[in-house]
Each structure stands twice: as structure tokens, then as C-alpha cells.
């Protein structure tokens, strides 16, 4: 059974920094690409970024130089370290692999004051 829990959603003011942690287990890790996607209120959700199996990264283009996407094969973790927050940044952040289906996390809220 695929699981994916994430970590690391808070609050914090605009120019901070939140480092948000996803966990899987049921997927053999090292062989998959894990994505981060987000959801505000009253819009679609939206990929924000994603890391190949082999550790190439791509970012939707708002937080590109601001974001980072990682992960740990030994730790079954990706990461996505979040600087330069801003409001618009506010959201609930998702952890996605594609499996025999897509897999999804629990969600964390991220929200960033003004």
C-alpha cells in the first residue's frame, strides 16, 4: 500500500523560509519521480515542482530560484525547501507519485502573512 506523508507546513511572514518534508513507503523510491503540487482556496491544484528518479528538477515558474526540490533515496524522502515565501505562496501543499494510479499525501498548509 503506497503511502505518502508530508511534513513541515506552518505559518511564517513573507521573506521567511519552510523546508516541507514528504515520507513514502509502499513504492520502490529510488525508481520513482515525486512531485510537489499545491492548492489555494478556489483554485486548481497545481504542480510546483518535481524530481526525477536520476535528480533532474523542474519548477513552475513562479518559484523558480526560490524553491528547491530534493530527495533522500536512503530516506525515502523528497523535500522542498521554500525560501523567499510570499502570500501568494499560501496554500495546502501535496506530495504526488504516479504508481498504477496517481498517490497522494494528507496535504500540509502552508500559509505566509503579509
Known amino acids: 500500500q503506497v503511502q505518502l506523508v508530508e511534513y513541515g507546513g506552518g505559518l511564517v511572514q513573507a521573506g521567511g523560509s519552510l523546508r516541507l518534508s514528504c515520507a513514502a513507503s509502499?513504492?520502490?523510491?529510488?525508481?520513482?519521480?515525486m512531485d510537489w503540487y499545491r492548492q489555494a482556496p478556489g483554485k486548481q491544484r497545481e504542480l510546483v515542482a518535481g524530481i526525477s528518479r536520476g535528480g533532474s528538477t523542474d519548477y513552475t515558474d513562479s518559484v523558480k530560484g526560490r524553491f528547491t526540490i530534493s530527495r533522500d533515496n536512503n530516506k525515502n524522502t523528497v523535500y522542498l525547501q521554500m525560501n523567499s515565501l510570499k502570500p501568494e505562496d499560501t496554500a495546502v501543499y501535496y506530495c504526488?507519485?504516479?504508481?498504477?494510479?496517481?498517490?497522494w499525501g494528507q496535504g500540509t498548509q502552508v500559509t505566509v502573512s503579509s
Open positions: 509502499g513504492i520502490i523510491f529510488s525508481l520513482t519521480t
Open positions: 504526488h507519485v504516479v504508481g498504477i494510479r496517481d498517490y
